[in-house]
């Protein structure tokens, strides 16, 4: 669970986030895992303080999935974090989309997602977009 804050919401996941006190305490842009590890990763609202999108989390989430493990990122339209860089980056780096801003996704719907204030986000605001990384 990337960005999953300091305890994650999604049964059985790692929290991964830089306030994390359950889980790993790391940055997205420096993920601690070896490549190829994990079959599904999961970004919940990404923000990365000072950062300008995905890129600047993408390519680490890339290289630790394994051939045909899954991103899946839940955010607002109005996140930069949840936009997707051009069609070649996606290649270079391995990804295809499986889907693009679609309604969020049931096994996420009892979790609370908020704005890095501290307030809510209706859970009908955030879209899923999932990402797959290609066989090798």
Same mark, same amino acid.
């Given at each position: =669970?990337?960005?999953?804050?300091?305890? /994650?919401?999604?049964?059985?996941?790692?929290?991964? =986030?830089?306030?994390?006190?359950?889980?790993?305490?790391? /940055?997205? !842009? #420096?993920?601690?895992?070896?490549?190829?590890?994990? =079959?599904?990763?999961?970004?919940? #609202?990404?923000?990365?303080?000072?950062?300008?999108? !995905? !890129? =600047?989390?993408?390519?680490?989430?890339?290289? $630790?999935?394994? *051939?045909? &493990?899954?991103?899946?990122?839940?955010?607002?339209?109005?996140?930069?974090?949840?936009?997707?860089?051009?069609?070649? %980056?996606?290649?270079?780096?391995?990804?295809? %989309?499986?889907?693009? #801003? &679609? *309604?969020? !996704? /049931?096994?996420?719907?009892? #979790?609370?997602?908020?704005?890095?204030? &501290?307030?809510?986000?209706?859970?009908?605001? %955030?879209?899923? $977009?999932?990402?797959?990384?290609?066989?090798?």
């Amino acid at each position: =669970d990337l960005f999953g804050g300091r305890t /994650s919401q999604i049964p059985g996941a790692i929290n991964v =986030d830089i306030a994390a006190t359950q889980g790993v305490r790391a /940055s997205a !842009m #420096n993920l601690p895992f070896r490549r190829g590890v994990a =079959d599904e990763i999961v970004a919940s #609202n990404p923000y990365i303080p000072g950062g300008k999108g !995905m !890129m =600047d989390f993408l390519p680490q989430a890339a290289e $630790t999935l394994k *051939p045909g &493990g899954q991103l899946i990122i839940n955010a607002t339209q109005r996140n930069p974090f949840g936009v997707l860089p051009e069609a070649q %980056v996606l290649e270079r780096l391995g990804l295809r %989309v499986v889907q693009h #801003n &679609g *309604p969020l !996704m /049931s096994r996420f719907e009892n #979790n609370v997602f908020r704005f890095t204030d &501290g307030r809510i986000i209706p859970n009908t605001s %955030v879209r899923t $977009t999932i990402l797959e990384k290609a066989p090798r």
